[in-house]
């Protein structure tokens, strides 16, 4: 679980997107709910806020990072 993110932050989820091109998501929405867009095929959704840090794995690129 993971508890530390931000907007346009690169996260990877618990199981692989179906598309099989990428396992890495971009946040692009923040709130009571998660919007996170697949960063192989582009297609998005949307998690309650605590089912997002339940399937979360882990942060692999802060955005404020250089």
Known sequence: MIQEYALNDL???RKDH???KSKYW???RMGA???IQ???CGSIIMFPRNEFERKA????KLE???
């Open 11 to 13: 996260v990877q989820m």
């Open 18 to 20: 179906p598309c099989k």
């Open 26 to 28: 971009k946040i692009i």
């Open 33 to 35: 709910d998660i919007k």
């Open 38 to 40: 697949c960063q192989g």
């Open 57 to 60: 794995k882990a942060v692999v």
């Open 64 to 66: 404020n990072e250089e």
